[in-house]
């Protein structure tokens, strides 16, 4: 008994009969339709669940994959969240911190403060790391060009030629000097062949617009970036204030004199900036040029909290004046 395609069944006195038709073999009932064996038609159904099976799990990981990133990204947001409260109280108590110490006239502030905080809050697993730095130890960008406009290059002590000089301890190209006031001077005058393309004309708003400027790579700015501010009075602060900082200051200090201050401040921070005549080798003949672009008090801070919990982090940066408790600068990321 064999299966026959025309009656759809399984018919008795069906004789078997070879033929081969177009390269293909079969067998014929009587009345001359071909035969199918059952198994041939088992395969055909065996693969076609196959493939379905196939679509099924492409169609079931595809959705895992969905809900599984979904619920991460749901879950990184919400961390996000918290780590971000966690890193504004940091910029809050930093501020409370900042504001009790000045309120006592005798202190002063020489280098930069961190305080790493662990597991802050019973219900917050992490850390809070904070970071306090006086940014009138650092050189101000926006001086080099004065509000007449009119750039001293002439005078070694004018805040052009300390900014050339800092450059220069630094090993960077001094035209980078040029370019900074190309961009902030109003004028479309160019010192460089290049260097008014695209200039803002106007004082800088943040450091970070160096990167701006064409002609300044990143890598030029990675390396001044510890050295250089936007704000405070413009008066560089000889009590925070870096090496190379202290030498842009005048030709005649070196290496070694600037480390002198360096190690004499913390034992004996400055009072005022004319105590840095009793230090060996800072004579009148020193101090007196350059002792107008220097103080021995601060008013303008940097704080730089990061709250960090499981892989998860979340910064906040600010520039706090606090002789009028605004924020001059802020940026999360």
């Not at 790579?217 to 009590?239: A, H, R, V, W």
Request: overall charge neutral.
């Amino acid at each position: 008994m064999e299966f026959c395609k025309r009656s759809g069944g399984f018919q008795k006195g069906c004789k078997i009969s070879p033929f081969t038709k177009g390269g293909l073999r079969g067998i014929l009932c009587p009345n001359g339709f071909p035969l199918r064996h059952i198994h041939e038609q088992q395969g055909v159904a065996l693969v076609v669940v196959l493939l379905a099976l196939v679509l099924l799990t492409a169609m079931v990981v595809e959705f895992s994959y969905g809900v599984y990133t979904g619920t991460n990204d749901l879950y990184n947001w919400r961390d996000a969240q918290r780590l971000s409260v966690m890193a504004r109280s940091g910029i809050n108590v930093s501020a409370r911190f900042l504001s009790n110490l000045l309120k006592d006239r005798t202190f002063k502030f020489t280098e930069p403060v961190e305080m790493p905080v662990e597991n802050p809050f019973e219900d917050f697993k992490g850390n809070i790391a904070i970071r306090v730095e006086d940014e009138m130890g650092k050189f101000n960008l926006n001086s080099i060009v004065p509000l007449n406009q009119i750039v001293n290059e002439t005078d070694q002590y004018s805040p052009y030629s300390c900014f050339k000089r800092l450059l220069t301890v630094l090993s960077l190209d001094v035209k980078i000097a040029d370019r900074i006031v190309d961009w902030i001077d109003k004028n479309g005058e160019s010192r460089l062949s290049d260097s008014e393309a695209g200039a803002k004309n106007a004082l800088l708003d943040s450091v970070d617009e160096l990167l701006l400027i064409h002609g300044i790579s990143k890598e030029d700015y990675d390396k001044l970036l510890p050295y250089i501010t936007i704000y405070g009075s413009g008066g560089i602060n000889i009590n925070s204030a870096s090496k190379p900082v202290i030498r842009c200051l005048s030709n005649d200090i070196s290496d070694e004199l600037a480390q002198r201050v360096i190690d004499y401040r913390k034992s004996m921070p400055f009072k005022v900036k004319a105590d840095l005549q009793n230090l060996n080798g800072f004579g009148s003949t020193v101090y007196n040029p350059f002792s107008g672009m220097i103080t021995a008090e601060s008013s303008t801070f940097s704080i730089k909290s990061t709250a960090s919990s499981e892989g998860v982090k979340r910064v906040i940066e600010t520039v706090l004046d606090t002789t009028t408790n605004m924020v001059q600068y802020w940026k999360e990321y």
